[in-house]
């Protein structure tokens, strides 16, 4: 048998093995045990309007308040990273490496819990509010790292160019630098908000008002009351609308990064 021979047959061998797993996790599942437990259709018909108003809609709203915080934050950090000032540089690189290494959460309990604690000091908007703020100070750190990759892959010579046309060094950031970086970065920024999206669900731990519930909170707290207590079909619920908004937006990146990909 030829390498290429040899090749085909462990490809085709493969292709059976993963068929015949297939056709046994179908034949060994507990069907009925599964719909009752995941996907529990009479209480997902009157459960799935208050979830979309209420949680699907507070995880966008969450989601957009937390990036535009986070990125006019990160804005300033990157332009103080960049700062021919050395101390404005080492302040933006402390803050940038101390959130990037601390989990989400921890920050989140630190602003809903611990500086109130320490400082007497509440956010506005209540838990939620410091939930928030939690988020924008950890995705600014990230979000800062890719604006600044953005801005060291300009061209120089755009930026020579912009200045020996007379332009200060501000409004040729503002006018060259950062309109390119942002087309350069907009993939990687697209996936700083799919993550964020994820990770306003970690708001769970500071408890927030019915009203204010996000996917996760929703689904949880329906596993104990409503039509659908005893099930995991709210969490069922929740990971779809979850995948709902999430999967166009990886789509988009993946098309983002093809066009740039195919543009070389």
């Known amino acids: 048998m030829t390498r290429t021979q040899r090749r085909r047959a462990i490809h085709w061998s493969l292709y059976a093995l993963f068929i015949l797993l297939v056709i046994a996790a179908i034949a060994l599942a507990d069907w009925p045990a599964i719909a009752d437990n995941f996907f529990l259709l009479d209480g997902i018909a009157e459960t799935w309007p208050t979830m979309l108003l209420i949680g699907?809609?507070?995880?966008?709203?969450?989601?957009?308040?937390?990036?535009?915080?986070?990125?006019?934050f990160a804005l300033v950090l990157v332009l103080m990273k960049l700062a021919p000032v050395a101390p404005f540089r080492w302040l933006a690189t402390a803050y940038i490496e101390l959130f990037r290494g601390l989990p989400a959460l921890i920050v989140i309990l630190f602003m809903a819990f611990g500086v109130p604690i320490a400082f007497g000091w509440r956010a506005p908007g209540g838990p939620v509010?410091?939930?928030?703020?939690?988020?924008?100070?950890?995705?600014?750190?990230?979000?800062?790292?890719?604006?600044?990759?953005?801005?060291?892959?300009?061209?120089?010579?755009?930026?020579?160019a912009a200045r020996s046309l007379g332009m200060s060094p501000a409004q040729t950031m503002v006018q060259v630098t950062l309109?390119?970086?942002?087309?350069?970065?907009l993939p990687p920024l697209t996936n700083e908000l799919v993550i964020l999206i994820k990770d306003t669900s970690l708001l769970f731990v500071i408890g927030i008002a019915a009203s204010e519930k996000e996917l996760t909170i929703f689904a949880r707290d329906m596993m104990s009351s409503g039509p659908t207590a005893g099930t995991a079909t709210s969490l069922t619920m929740a990971a779809v609308f979850y995948l709902a908004i999430t999967l166009p937006l990886t789509r988009i990146v993946s098309r983002m990064e093809r066009k740039r990909g195919g543009s070389r």
């Open 56 to 72: 699907a809609k507070n995880t966008i709203l969450y989601t957009i308040i937390s990036f535009t915080g986070g990125f006019v």
């Open 129 to 160: 509010g410091a939930g928030l703020l939690a988020l924008m100070m950890v995705a600014a750190a990230y979000l800062a790292e890719t604006l600044r990759a953005g801005i060291e892959a300009v061209p120089p010579g755009q930026i020579e």
């Open 179 to 185: 309109p390119q970086a942002l087309r350069i970065v």
